[in-house]
């Protein structure tokens, strides 16, 4: 994450840079909002190259409205132009749908009916805002195995965006996911792992 500590922030990033590391992950739910303003301030007074690195941002917690959070179309794409806003950049890299959105208590066929209209309605959006020029690939944030699995079939049944990559939680103490849950979905649709750390250090894998 980027701090909200301008000085410090820009201490760190610099440092990082310039020892090759270029990807910078945020969200919009970082410190409402001022983490990506902090990152958009400091690449802008850079003046870095925007080939040069990588930025990501997770949308889903936007604000206290019903219309601000969740993964809705109307979110994703309103919440994706706030954080260009604050990041002061064309596109991002990578929109991360961070969690799944599927609320409900139904069961049986009425719950399998709805997490495919929620899915559907993440994979068109995603899309959308990818054909738009807003951003260049989507991903997952914990996601399980099978909700990244039906956001990619019907992708390719509609001939949609998929998903390119799943940010997961992995540390000393949660490896479960990564090591033994995700590696056969990696095997059949090349989704590789974008992981973190339970404390938000990340640690960038693009294959």
């Known amino acids: ?111 399998v009916s709805l997490c495919v209209h929620v899915y559907a309605e993440v994979v068109r959006a995603m899309t959308f805002v990818i054909n738009q020029g807003m951003a260049m690939y989507w991903g997952t944030s914990r996601w399980n195995a099978m909700e990244i699995m039906e956001a990619y079939s019907i992708a390719r049944q ?12 992995y540390n000393y103490f949660q490896r479960d996911k990564v090591e033994l849950h995700l590696p056969e979905l990696y095997h059949k649709i090349g989704t590789p792992p974008h992981t973190h750390t339970h404390t938000q250090r990340r640690v960038h894998t693009l294959r």
Request: net charge neutral; proline share 4%; hydrophobic share 35%.
């Open 1 to 111: 994450c980027v701090c909200v500590y301008p000085q410090i922030a820009d201490s760190v990033m610099t440092l990082a840079y310039d020892n090759g590391i270029n990807v910078f992950d945020t969200a919009e739910v970082y410190a409402s909002g001022r983490a990506e303003t902090t990152l958009g301030n400091i690449l802008e007074k850079k003046g870095w190259r925007r080939s040069s690195y990588v930025v990501t941002t997770k949308i889903y917690w936007g604000g206290p409205a019903e219309t601000e959070r969740g993964l809705s179309r109307k979110h994703i794409i309103e919440g994706l132009r706030g954080s260009l806003a604050r990041l002061k950049l064309d596109y991002v890299d990578i929109i991360f749908a961070n969690r799944s959105d599927v609320n409900s208590p139904m069961e049986g066929s009425q719950r």
């Open 158 to 169: 509609f001939n949609l965006v998929p998903p390119v990559c799943e940010q997961a939680e």
